[in-house]
């Protein structure tokens, strides 16, 4: 089976996802929106016109069985080629954007597509076609409990103090750094609060395991993954009512989701009051990227069952 995977830019969890179906042997060939997209601005019409020129060739040049559009952005090129079955997944930032517009394009996506997958209940909830509900997947390998002496030594933190991990970008005001600059100082509680941004993927585990509290204080979400990957460090978790994280640790030992500062401030100062960890490990069952890899791979061979697939694909499908 050859699936061309459309995504704007490359996201760890979606570098993930094509490795766990690779791994069931699927073959997978990423193609990526041109030019670079950073905060303030964005892609220009001319790298889209070039993306969409380079996937009529692309299509044109392999036998895809499959086009799986990653991003509403990214639909509309996927279903405007039409000779291949096209396949959506909606990341939570196009579905629930505050631009009208990429809401638009990314629920139309999902309508015509021949198969949409959202990854989280709440992104469930507010989008009105057949889709399929699939979690993205955690590296539970990667993503694991350790000793947090170990870890600030790793990390370089020179500190005995509790420390409250906030792992954005302080200046992104979505993420609301003020509310958690501001719980962190009104807690009854010897606590510092540290913010990590920017480093490499493979290095956040340890920035969990170094860290007491992951606080999370975002105004919207679609997610977040954050969430998932402290969850499997075992790392307690304060946070906002956003995206999937009541879903996730609502019911996890020293773990608080509420929008409420009373309740957001109780769960911090009890938190660093036990010293524990969390056992949100156990939560994060059946998102592994085994799991991941063999739901999607059952939403491909489904699409080319309905389609028409020949004796060959429907083969290569069962036997991988």
Known sequence: MKVLQLVTSSRPFFDQQVSALEDRGVDCTVLEVPGRYSGRSGRSATDYVRYYRRLLSTVRSSAYDIVHANYGLVAPFALAQPTRPVVVTLWGTDLMSERTWLRSISRHGAR?????????????????????????????????????????????????????????????????????????ERADADLELRTVSGVDHDEMP?????????????????????????????????????????????????????????ALLGGIERIVADGGRSDGRESVDGLSLEALGERLHDVYRRVLERNGGNASLAEVGHEV
């Open 112 to 184: 015509y597509a021949d198969a949409a997958v959202v990854p989280s209940r709440i992104m469930s909830r507010d989008l009105e076609v057949d889709h399929e509900l699939i979690p993205f997947g955690v590296d539970t390998d990667l993503f694991r409990p350790m000793p947090r002496s170990s870890a600030r030594q790793r990390v370089g933190w020179e500190t005995d103090r509790p420390v409250a991990l906030f792992p954005y970008d302080r200046t992104r005001s979505v993420k609301d750094y003020p509310r958690a600059r501001r719980l962190v």
């Open 206 to 262: 340890y920035y969990m395991n170094a860290s007491d509290i992951l606080l999370v204080t975002s105004k919207r979400e679609s997610g977040p993954m954050v969430v998932k990957e402290a969850a499997a460090c075992n790392l307690p978790i304060v946070s906002t009512d956003v995206g999937f994280v009541r879903e996730t640790v609502g019911g996890v030992t020293n773990c608080v989701v509420s929008d409420d500062d009373g």
